[in-house]
T-cell receptor
Framework: NAGVTQTPKFQVLKTGQSMTLQCAQD?????MSWYRQDPGMGLRLIHY???????DQGEVPNGYNVSRSTTEDFPLRLLSAAPSQTSVYFC???????????FGPGTRLTVT | AQTVTQSQPEMSVQEAETVTLSCTYD???????LFWYKQPPSRQMILVIR??????QNATENRFSVNFQKAAKSFSLKISDSQLGDAAMYFC?????????FGAGTILRVKS
């Protein structure tokens, strides 16, 4: 049982490049979400999904796209990377009746 | 909008002693959940303890306990018999539906 997995663990991008951060879970959780962690600000919600085909914006969605074609996967796309998107990104999942959210190991992204 | 405030950016405790981390939150909801997460240098988010707002009894998990004051919107974490492995960043979080709102975090240092 792998839980929540994220790839890559580290990534360096140049300004203007695009990329996709991958997130997968094997717990059949309906709810999945993406957070970014910045120093002094805790984790902030970027986008979330309550099931396949359903996504919604969180607190800081600008510059990011998501889609949810399967229950297992919830990729986060950076359309045109900017230095302000340098951060650690966490994916999390939970089931509708569960209280706890399960977090992936995180991806450290640097945009130069 | 819900907000979570951790007023202590950094705390220190001597090994085997007790330390309390503070957290206050703001919400108009009556039914919600509160959490403390630990983030060691590995970056993994680890759930330490959770509290359901409808429960008056304070949650306890081994050496970790909370002081939940619903009227004051306060949710502090007490760590007893501190150990070197407790050194980490600690985040207080409030759950609304399937979204978590985090505080900025408190770095806990444990001295031997």
């Amino acid at each position: 049982n792998a839980g929540v997995t994220q790839t890559p663990k580290f990534q360096v991008l140049k300004t203007g490049q695009s990329m996709t951060l991958q997130c997968a879970q094997d717990m059949n959780h309906e709810y999945m979400s993406w957070y970014r962690q910045d120093p002094g600000m805790g984790l902030r919600l970027i986008h979330y999904s309550v099931g396949a085909g359903i996504t919604d914006q969180g607190e800081v969605p600008n510059g990011y796209n998501v889609s949810r074609s399967t229950t297992e996967d919830f990729p986060l796309r950076l359309l045109s990377a900017a230095p302000s998107q340098t951060s650690v990104y966490f994916c999390a999942s939970s089931s509708p009746i569960a209280i706890e959210q399960y977090f992936g190991p995180g991806t450290r992204l640097t945009v130069t | 909008a819900q907000t979570v405030t951790q007023s202590q950016p950094e705390m220190s405790v001597q090994e085997a002693e007790t330390v309390t981390l503070s957290c206050t939150y703001d919400t108009s909801e009556s039914d919600y959940y509160l959490f403390w997460y630990k983030q060691p240098p590995s970056r993994q988010m680890i759930l330490v303890i959770r509290q359901e707002a409808y429960k008056q009894q304070n949650a306890t998990e081994n050496r970790f306990s909370v002081n939940f004051q619903k009227a004051a919107k306060s949710f502090s974490l007490k760590i007893s018999d501190s150990q070197l492995g407790d050194a980490a960043m600690y985040f207080c979080a409030y759950r609304t539906r399937n979204k978590l709102v985090f505080g900025a975090g408190t770095i806990l240092r444990v001295k031997s």
